[in-house]
T-cell receptor
Framework: KNEVEQSPQNLTAQEGEFITINCSYSVGISALHWLQQHPGGGIVSLFMLSSGKKKHGRLIATINIQEKHSSLHITASHPRDSAVYICAVSPSVVTQGGSEKLVFGKGTKLTVNP | DAGITQSPRHKVTETGTPVTLRCHQTENHRYMYWYRQDPGHGLRLIHYSYGVKDTDKGEVSDGYSVSRSKTEDFLLTLESATSSQTSVYFC???????????FGPGTRLLVL
């Protein structure tokens, strides 16, 4: 079983719809990250959160530490939101040299149709 | 943008040939990482570095070696490329605690 599970794997929506992507994890963490990757593009960090909720424009990320669960919401979705959204966690354990290695989910591919 | 570049951006090579990918950063970050990204697997860590000449293996290190002789450069070498190493390779740096990782633009490698 992967330490970070995302659902759904694929999501198709119509422009304007409210979208939710879920992430569950099984390890103790110091933080959770949401990343975005457009087709053929690089990977960009959207949020890092360790508690509560963060909002940036139409994107909202929430985390429940007790339930080991996070959600990424997109309000009023737009075709330019089409991308792969990746959940990653920073495990509480620090590895050799003090490096914190992220553990990644497999991503959720979002397609927003006009 | 954390000043990360990767070269080459695209490469086609033949099975059995050596390949070196370069990651260059301009902001003196201590920690650097090499990942590969494949459909159905997501990002997987190959090797990472926590300083000049200090490196360690990740979860998919077989067939790969790395070197870091300068803070700014982290090299990934496939000693003898195989078709299973066809992938997109991303370099990353991290800063802060908890870390935020910043990724390079990626290198698409095709091994024929």
């Amino acid at each position: 079983k992967n330490e970070v599970e995302q659902s759904p794997q694929n999501l198709t929506a119509q422009e304007g719809e409210f979208i939710t992507i879920n992430c569950s994890y099984s390890v103790g963490i110091s933080a959770l990250h949401w990343l975005q990757q457009h087709p053929g593009g690089g990977i960009v960090s959207l949020f890092m959160l360790s508690s509560g909720k963060k909002k940036h424009g139409r994107l909202i990320a929430t985390i429940n530490i007790q339930e080991k669960h996070s959600s990424l919401h997109i309000t009023a979705s737009h075709p330019r939101d089409s991308a792969v959204y990746i959940c990653a966690v920073s495990p509480s354990v620090v590895t050799q040299g003090g490096s914190e290695k992220l553990v990644f989910g497999k991503g959720t591919k979002l397609t927003v149709n006009p | 943008d954390a000043g990360i570049t990767q070269s080459p951006r695209h490469k086609v090579t033949e099975t059995g040939t050596p390949v070196t990918l370069r990651c260059h950063q301009t902001e003196n970050h201590r920690y650097m990482y090499w990942y590969r990204q494949d459909p159905g697997h997501g990002l997987r860590l190959i090797h990472y570095s926590y300083g000049v000449k200090d490196t360690d293996k990740g979860e998919v290190s077989d067939g790969y070696s790395v070197s870091r002789s300068k803070t700014e450069d982290f090299l990934l070498t496939l000693e003898s490329a195989t078709s299973s190493q066809t992938s997109v390779y991303f370099c990353a740096i991290s800063e802060g605690s908890p870390v935020t990782q910043y990724f390079g633009p990626g290198t698409r490698l095709l091994v024929l």
